[in-house]
């Protein structure tokens, strides 16, 4: 764990710059590290899914399978896709200030 | 008052559940019903083999209600749905069975339909699975006359029964294909959509290790979205492209279809929400599961539904007589890895310890750990005589209970999951 600077904001982050606790994230942070992850603007599709794993995992203690996502998030598997090229679920909840999902056992 | 105790499910974990309950309880005590659509009891691990011809179906299925102590009353039924509410089941003839204390036991529903492409053109010709006996036969067909070409394997998403089955179904088919002497004509393929070989990072490293002796290539973070079972091509949502003569597939697995139809019971996929320790469900307190159809974060497999079984029967008991419940489950599994060439590897962990080298149950052995060897592939084919004999009538197996053995492992540094 290292303790850095995102969008002027002091925050700890994990080896892979997941945020390691979501009580530090804001919505600047969240700008910033989806800029640095090659996404320019967050729109409200974006916005939509990163609240979801969010609430998600703030009340429940895991954050979602991009296969639940796909499911309850309103946001079809195909567009999470074009919307978080390479791994939605990750992707989201880097940017969404919550760990990295531990996937599946 | 007697007791009504309804075990949804005859397969491993509700056998199991129902043969445990009905030693613990006298018959004035209480009444245990098990519900299950067919009877037809398959041991699962023997799926692995039919491609190759090492298992036919009838050896490896055998009939539920056999297979339960007598007392328990075996109903063949589809479950409509569960009222939570009202602490009853209803069954697709009509039959409500009320209950105390409810075991959903239903494991999981493989779902090919949730894949664009996958069930349709080209199922079972040149796209198949192995995980339905269907299936497995209809893939043993196939893999006789293959002779040259690219064959995948590939599991589309977690959860899957049996995380290693893929693994070794290609581990296998290296061994068979060389076996027939048409190796060199054949590219093997192992696509999965984790960024390694396996889940925990130890294993995941023997495991990517042998791949790779096997001339087996390994795609990672490959989510499959299509499959075009005609042309012949697997695309990934980010848009990559695998082309196949033959694909091997595990397709997305879901809970039971009754627990959609049962609001309350599960979550988006179909699965149960569970206490990982005392299998007591969230949904109401006489609501208890176990096995595959469970959320808990451990793998789907039979050894898991074993150890899980001991503690749950326990807790059934503890619960109706008004008792704590103990928080005795640690996440204990065991897997032999078949590797081919009569060899197989063991691996032994639980929620808080990845699977490491060293020997099982203890140090003096006699099964190495994460290494492949002739006793281990022994161990695995001995082991249906004791899922017949041993495990489903619910007798303990000396020295191997649900608390997982760190006697015999070495300790590997550095490594967090």
């Given amino acids: 764990m290292t303790a850095t600077l995102i969008a002027d904001a002091p925050v700890d982050v994990d080896a892979e710059g997941f945020l390691t606790d979501p009580e530090q994230w804001n919505e600047r942070i969240a700008e910033a590290i989806a800029r640095e992850s090659g996404i320019p603007e967050l729109t409200d599709r974006h916005w939509l899914v990163v609240r979801f794993m969010r609430d998600r995992y703030l009340s429940t203690g895991t954050a979602p399978s991009i296969r639940s996502l796909g499911k309850e998030s309103g946001v079809p598997i195909k567009e999470l896709y074009e919307l978080f090229p390479k791994g939605p679920a990750k992707l989201a909840a880097k940017i969404g200030g919550i760990p990295k999902p531990r996937g599946c056992i | ?417």
């Fill in chain 2, 1 to 417: 008052m007697r007791k009504q105790i309804v075990i949804l499910g005859g397969g491993t974990g509700g056998t199991m559940t129902a043969n445990r309950l009905r030693r613990r309880f006298d018959r004035d005590d209480a009444e245990i019903h098990v519900v299950d659509r067919d009877n037809r009891h398959v041991y699962q691990p023997g799926l692995l083999f039919v491609p190759f011809g090492l298992a036919q179906i009838d050896e490896i299925v055998r009939p539920r209600r056999r297979q339960l102590r007598g007392g328990v009353v075996f109903h063949e039924n589809e479950v409509e749905s569960v009222w939570i509410e009202r602490d009853e089941v209803l069954l697709d003839d009509g039959t409500v069975l009320p209950y105390d204390v409810l075991v959903v036991a239903t494991g999981v529903r493989l779902q090919p339909e949730e894949t664009e492409g996958m069930g349709g053109p080209g199922w079972n010709e040149r796209v198949f699975t192995f995980y339905s006996p269907e299936g497995a036969e209809q893939l043993h067909r196939a893999l006789e006359s293959f002779d040259r070409g690219r064959l995948i394997v590939n599991l589309v998403d977690m959860p899957i029964k049996c995380p290693v089955a893929p693994l070794e179904f290609a581990f296998l088919a290296d061994w068979y294909l060389r076996e027939s002497g048409v190796r060199k004509n054949v590219e093997l393929v192992y696509s999965t959509p984790l960024d390694g070989a396996f889940t925990k990072p130890v294993a995941s490293e023997h495991l990517a290790g042998l791949l790779s002796e096997k001339d087996i290539e390994l795609v990672t973070e490959f989510n499959a979205g299509e499959v075009d079972g005609v042309g012949g091509t697997l695309t990934s949502y980010d848009g990559r492209t695998l082309d196949f003569d033959l694909l091997v597939t595990v397709p997305l697995h879901g809970g039971a279809a009754y627990v959609e139809r049962s609001p309350g019971l599960g979550d988006a996929l179909g699965f149960v929400p569970t206490d990982k320790q005392t299998l007591q469900t969230p949904v109401a307190p006489n609501v208890f599961a176990l096995g595959d159809a469970t959320d808990v974060p451990t793998s789907k497999a039979g050894s898991v539904t074993h150890f899980e079984a001991e503690v749950l029967a326990e807790n059934v008991v503890r619960f109706l007589e008004g008792k704590e419940l103990d928080a005795g489950y640690d996440g204990h599994a065991n897997c032999f890895i078949e590797t081919g060439f009569s060899k197989a590897l063991l691996i032994d962990f639980n929620y808080d310890t990845e699977p490491l080298p060293g020997r099982f149950p203890t140090q003096a052995g006699p099964l190495p750990l994460l290494r492949e060897s002739r006793l281990n592939h022994l161990g695995k084919l001995m082991f249906q005589w004791f899922y017949w004999h041993a495990l489903l009538p619910g007798r303990e197996i000396p020295g191997i209970g649900p608390a997982m053995p760190t006697a015999g492992k070495r300790h590997v540094a550095t490594h967090t999951t």
